[in-house]
């Protein structure tokens, strides 16, 4: 399946910063989201997205990951030359990675 | 749930934020508060260019507008009103929202200016590491456009206790301007850190207005929301123990679900476990949202810890010129063509010698926005896009020049062509102690 059937995102900026939260719309998938959803996974799918570094954070509760990606912005909102200068449109480009579920 | 509630509504999520939203609340909300968050990260850099233009200009462009609207409704039904409006100039927002005031008929409205964001001297005098990049801000010498620390809720505190109508301010942290009002009403202490944890999770999925109640949110058939193009904001009728129960006008736009909450809960956050504000370093990662009814979710949850002993500042810079074209192709070989367009472009500026810096050239319709790499059906249609930076304004001016000139000189069927050239104002940020910064309220009736 696609993420899409799983999460939903939504995509912000801060300074350099692209950060995306992944949320689940059945808690219950927690366990496969974090399974399968990773920094280096996301790297692999953005593969032309400069990310010096990045960071997952993990909310159980909420059912939801928290990606943090770092040098992702090209300097930042204020100096990027990018058409999409605050990366909005990144998460959504997210939502056709595939996730296999746990057989 | 005990003791009595406060009703605290969203009536900007941004600058140029619609009007109608907050007058609907202000008329039907029975609010207590209305808040206007309306200052990007840039935005006051931009205000204080207007202010050295004019020593009474620097706020918000849009406070006349906003305020002529909303004023009436809110002096009939007792709803106070706060908003970073005043960008880079408070006190002069506070004597324009009075001068509305008097030609409304308003007399004895209280309008308290939240002063002492303003921290340019300082950095001037004392230059500080600059938190993003390497070196200080001496190193960015005479390009320096302002400095504005990031105040919390105590100013505002005391100006709602200083009996004002409506509280403008410049730089305070967005969820300040929702965390105020609640702990002046409740009496929440400065260092009662979960309680303030708990308003900072209010203030925080409120201060984007729309972005809770349905906007940023719609993928048609996966995700519907219904009316976007009369969205209601949202609402918070908060308790005393800091949780709350988030709605919007009944009859209005949008829709406030859990998936809603837990979207803008996010939105912007780093590390949830320590969302770092003047007041509290605030742990999103055990806030509970629960439906109460149709668009009615109740919040709970969240707790604190002691704030940091540094406030953020951000500075704005000028930062040389970016400058662009654009050029449409379609048809059959249009994306062919829009890559001919930019290897010419790319030519032209390495023939004739531009001083450009981080050129870029991009297909819009292929490759400008999508970072995956890949590509599908060929589009019928696509916009070649050139763009860079330069010191010099005129070598910025070039790049868009060398793409109108494809009108003629280009490959066939090239159209739309538009080129820009925009001075940047570029934004860092800076740590300074708390004690070197001193707010202080001002006040004007009307």
Redesign the interface.
């Known amino acids: 399946m696609l993420l ?1 059937d799983l999460a ?3 995509t ?6 692209s ?1 995306i ?1 992944v ?1 689940l ?1 059945d808690i219950e998938n927690y366990a496969l989201l974090a399974d399968r959803l990773s920094v280096e996974v996301i790297r692999r ?5 400069p990310i010096f570094s990045g ?1 997952r ?1 993990e ?1 159980p ?4 990951l ?1 990606f ?1 990606l770092r040098g992702a912005l090209s300097g ?4 990027s ?4 200068a605050h990366g909005k ?2 998460g ?2 997210l939502l056709d990675i595939e996730i296999i579920s746990i057989s | 749930m005990t003791g009595r509630t406060i009703r605290i509504g969203a009536g900007a999520g941004y600058s140029g934020d619609r009007i109608e939203p907050a007058v609907e609340l202000a008329e039907q909300g029975k609010l207590d508060y209305l808040v206007f968050e309306c200052l990007a990260e840039r935005t006051i850099a931009l205000a204080q260019a207007r202010r050295r233009a004019d020593p009474e200009q620097g706020f918000d462009l849009l406070l006349d507008e906003r305020m002529r609207a909303v004023l009436p409704a809110c002096r009939a039904n007792g709803v106070r009103i706060v908003t970073n409006m005043g960008a880079a100039n408070p006190a002069s927002a506070a004597r324009a929202i009075v001068r509305i005031a008097r030609e409304l008929g308003m007399a004895g409205l209280k309008v308290a200016a939240v002063i002492g964001d303003d921290v340019l001297d300082q950095i001037r005098e004392q230059p500080r590491s600059l938190s993003e990049h390497d070196g200080t801000t001496a190193d960015l010498g005479d390009s320096v456009v302002s400095a504005n620390a990031y105040l919390g809720m105590a100013p505002i505190v005391e100006a709602l206790a200083g009996g004002a109508d409506v509280v403008v301010t410049g730089r305070v942290g967005d969820p300040a301007l929702f965390l105020g009002p609640l702990a002046y009403e409740f009496g929440w202490s400065a260092d009662d850190w979960d309680i303030l944890g708990r308003g900072t999770v209010i203030g925080h999925l409120l201060e984007c207005a729309g972005q809770l109640t349905g906007g940023y949110f719609a993928d048609p058939g996966v995700k519907d929301v219904p009316d976007l193009a009369r969205l209601g904001f949202p609402l918070a009728e908060v308790s005393p123990d800091g949780s709350a129960l988030l709605t919007k006008v009944p009859g209005s736009g949008g829709r406030l679900s859990v998936a809603c909450c837990k979207e803008q809960l996010l939105y912007e956050i780093l590390d949830p476990g320590a969302y770092l504000q003047a007041d509290v370093v605030a742990d999103f990662r055990t806030v509970r949202f629960e439906m109460a009814g149709p668009d009615r979710v109740r919040v709970t949850g969240g707790s604190g810890r002691a704030r940091p002993d540094m406030l953020k500042v951000s500075i704005g810079y000028q930062d040389g010129f970016i400058g662009e074209g654009q050029i449409s192709y379609a048809g059959l070989g249009a994306v062919a063509r829009g890559r001919l367009a930019l290897d010419i472009v790319r030519d032209r500026l390495a023939i004739t010698g531009i001083d450009a810096e981080d050129l870029q050239y991009e297909l819009i319709g292929l490759d400008a926005v999508d970072r995956t790499g890949r590509t599908g059906i060929e589009p019928r249609e696509v916009r070649a896009r050139a763009v860079g930076r330069s010191r010099s304004a005129y070598a910025a001016g070039r790049i868009g020049a060398e793409v109108e000139a494809l009108y003629t000189n280009g490959p066939s069927g090239g159209g739309g062509a538009v080129a820009s050239v925009r001075q940047v104002l570029a934004v860092t940020s800076v740590l300074l102690p708390r004690d070197r910064v001193a707010p202080a309220v001002l006040y004007e009736v009307a």
Do not use: M, P
Not at chain 1, 12 to 17: A, E, H, L, N, V
Not at chain 1, 45 to 49: E, K, Q, V
Not at chain 1, 81 to 84: E, G, I, Q, V, Y
């Open positions: 899409r939903h995102v939504r912000g900026d801060k300074g350099d910063i950060q939260s949320i719309y799918h953005l593969c032309a997205l960071e954070y909310l509760e909420l059912g939801a928290n943090v930042g909102v204020t100096r030359l990018a058409l999409d449109t990144l959504a480009q």
